[in-house]
């Protein structure tokens, strides 16, 4: 049966380098490879920032793992978690989604450039931030967008913040300063409960942080 179904995991790195974690991305061994294309794996990508790996996939078959998979990707764990901790995968510690505006999904991704950012709660920030965000979803009166913004989720583990958003080329443009006055009035009120990782609004607070990186993807 055809279904989409995102699913995210996320690591913090110990003992293992990127360019090991990148091996084992890229590509995946032949068991889990299999397991993944039974389950429909789409839009697939890994990503980086201070020793962070963030992932995101979507999943278009409904599917039912048999034991022989379980033990695929229990053994694929078993590997990681040698020089990672797992915060957060699909099947026993899944992130919990806090936003979500899908919009108009480009199946061409020439046609879509991401953002993918990464912020830390503070202690007791959680629920405030999924209620800032399902208030924006409401505001957005159930209208489907074409963009900028499509495929754009927002999910958390262990205070962490990760976003997914693929930004739409054709509608790239730079801010006007109603724009700029907005997303600041935004991203202001959201330093008041989290931390950036990422340098989405260095530009705002004159601080320097670390750009993610993609590690792998798969279309």
């Not at 699913?7 to 084992?24: H, M, P, Q, V, W």
């Not at 503070?122 to 800032?132: I, L, M, Q």
């Amino acid at each position: 049966m055809a279904i989409l179904k995102r699913e995210t995991f996320l690591l913090r790195l110990t003992s293992a380098g990127l360019d090991e974690i990148k091996g084992l991305f890229s590509p995946l061994p032949s068991d889990v490879a299999e397991v993944c294309a039974k389950r429909g794996m789409d839009n697939f990508s890994v990503w980086h920032v201070d020793g962070l790996v963030f992932g995101y996939c979507e999943i278009t078959k409904e599917y039912a793992l048999t034991d022989a998979d379980k033990a695929a990707l229990r053994a694929f764990a078993d590997r990681l978690s040698a020089g990672c901790d797992i915060i957060a995968e699909p099947f026993t510690r899944p992130m919990r989604l806090m936003y979500s505006d899908i919009g108009v999904v480009r199946e061409d991704k020439s046609l879509i450039r991401h953002r993918v950012f990464a912020t830390r709660l503070k202690p007791g920030c959680a629920e405030e931030y999924k209620r800032r965000h399902d208030a924006l979803s409401a505001s957005k009166g159930g209208v489907v967008s074409e963009g900028p913004e499509s495929d754009f989720t927002i999910w958390n583990a262990d205070r962490y913040i990760f976003g997914y958003c693929e930004l739409v080329r054709s509608f790239d443009h730079e801010m006007t300063e109603e724009e700029k006055a907005s997303t600041i009035a935004w991203e202001t009120r959201g330093l008041e409960i989290m931390d950036w990782i990422t340098d989405d609004v260095d530009w705002i607070t004159g601080e320097k942080h670390s750009s993610i990186q993609l590690v792998c993807k798969q279309n």
